[in-house]
């Protein structure tokens, strides 16, 4: 059988779009691919171009996936479409039986972006939230003409007053309250589903595909000390565990963007959150 053709549109450090390179190179998919410099980063301010409104997505944002001429969006029901194909590997993503799948979803749409959840609310919401540590830095690096373009294009409301504000002020620095309390209880509910030596659901599957990715930004965030402490045996050796699949290299090590960036921002290497987050999850435990 052979494969559809496959175009995504993506940027390279975004939660979203991690997982759907991630999901590729799990099934061994060929695909072709745009890389999108987002408003929020650039001043090219792509994914809020009058042609990607137009023509690949009218909400701004990516990952987008084109199967042959059909536009799919949104990350989560993008991997899912994946999971249908097959590619040089044998491998299935999610388990065909309809309780397990049901299990499965709840995992999934806890551990990403998901439209209509409040951020802070799961562990998913509560990425990009800690993310404003970077976003707004750069955010602050654009210039007003470019900010003025994200004021009159951008579809999205809620993200374009996020924007617009820490670029005049901040944002960053409010976040705690936010964030913690999902963080945390997200954390915990992991520890205690995980077993010492398999994957969420046994099989590797889109839950684990997901959680790479939160992980693997938390260490961009140098948030991660928080994955290796004594009270979380069993995330510390899943994480060593997903570190090791080709497909961490391939979908997210080799797009790693604004290194720079991050170490001057964390430039000893310490985020501030860790250590109140540590805190937290000691004393819920
Ligand atoms: N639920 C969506 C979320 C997509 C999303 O929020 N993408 C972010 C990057 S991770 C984006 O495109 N941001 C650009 C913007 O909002 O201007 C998905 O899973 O694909």
Known sequence: MTQPKLMLYHANWSLCSQMVRVALYEKGLEFDHVPIKLCDHYEE??????????????????PVLKIND????DS???IE????????NNINLWPNEESERERLRNWVYDTTITEGVPMGKTLGMTIPLFSLGLIENLIKSLSFKAIWNIILRHPRRERKI???TMYFTSLKDRIGPLAYKGFVEGILELEKNLSSDEYLFGDFSHADINLMCC????QDLRLDPILEMPELPRINSYWQKLKNRESY?????????HEEKLDEIFFNGINPHTK??????????
């Open 76 to 78: 989560a029901y993008i």
């Open 162 to 164: 996020g924007f617009v």
């Open 81 to 88: 479409r994946l999971d249908e194909l097959q590619g040089t």
């Open 249 to 257: 290299t391939k979908g997210i090590l080799e797009f790693k963007d």
């Open 70 to 73: 059909e536009i799919v969006r």
């Open 215 to 218: 992980f693997y930004r938390l």
């Open 45 to 62: 301010a792509e994914n809020i171009s009058k042609d990607f409104l137009k023509n690949i997505n009218p909400t701004g944002v990516v």
């Open 276 to 285: 109140n987050l540590k805190e937290k999850i000691k004393q819920n435990i």
